[in-house]
Structures are given as structure tokens and as C-alpha cells.
């Protein structure tokens, strides 16, 4: 009922950039997302969290990307970004979109992930 499809990853260099994109879509004719957010994995490591936005645009910021990664979204087209400045190699992961829908089904929304390699 509700999809996520996140787009942007890729391999870069340390220092680099990339602009993650996450688009919320469902078949209902009303939709309602609370807060949306980033997470990543690494491998051997659990999941954790990078950054959300609620749906007024308060953020917040795994200690680790403060200064470096910008979240923000788009509320018309349901899409929440991940700009990612001064990449380091412990970036590098499975960054995942989370959307915490209310209408039409209430719930905890994840994308299918998209692979974030930084190399040294």
C-alpha cells in the first residue's frame, strides 16, 4: 500500500559528495507521512540511525554526519533527500529510507536500501 524508492548511491572517493533521494508513493487518493529518516548498515554492524525530519522540518543528526550530511524533504511529493558533504570511508554502507506513514495505513515504511561506498 505504501512504497519507498530511494535513488542516488554510488562509490566516490573520501571527500566526495552524494545526494540520496527517498519518494513515498501509495495507491490512495489521501497520504499523510509523519516523520521521515535515514539509516545505514554497515557490514558486520547493525543498522543506525543517520538522520530524520519531521513532517515541520526538525531535524536530527547521528553525532557522526553533524556538519557534514543535510537531510530535508520535499512534502508535496512525499520525498525526503540525504545531501552528503566530506564522505569518509566509515560512511560507506547501505543507507535505508524510512517514512512513518499515518494515512492510509499507520506503520514504519523502509525503502530496499542503496549502496554508499566511500573508498579511501
Known amino acids: 500500500q505504501v512504497q519507498l524508492e530511494e535513488s542516488g548511491g554510488g562509490s566516490v572517493q573520501a571527500g566526495g559528495s552524494l545526494r540520496l533521494s527517498c519518494a513515498a508513493s501509495?495507491?490512495?487518493?489521501?497520504?499523510?507521512?509523519?516523520?521521515m529518516g535515514w539509516y545505514r548498515q554497515a557490514p558486520g554492524k547493525q543498522r543506525e540511525l543517520v538522520a530524520t525530519?519531521?513532517?515541520?522540518?526538525?531535524?536530527n543528526y547521528a553525532d557522526s554526519v553533524k556538519g557534514r550530511f543535510t537531510i530535508s524533504r520535499d512534502n508535496a511529493k512525499n520525498t525526503v533527500y540525504l545531501q552528503m558533504n566530506s564522505l569518509e570511508p566509515e560512511d560507506t554502507g547501505v543507507y535505508y529510507c524510512?517514512?512513518?506513514?499515518?494515512?492510509?495505513?499507520?506503520?514504519?515504511?523502509w525503502g530496499q536500501g542503496t549502496q554508499v561506498t566511500v573508498s579511501s
Open positions: 524510512k517514512a512513518t506513514v499515518i494515512v492510509p495505513v499507520g506503520g514504519d515504511y
Open positions: 501509495t495507491t490512495r487518493s489521501i497520504f499523510v507521512i509523519n516523520d
Open positions: 525530519i519531521t513532517r515541520s522540518g526538525s531535524t
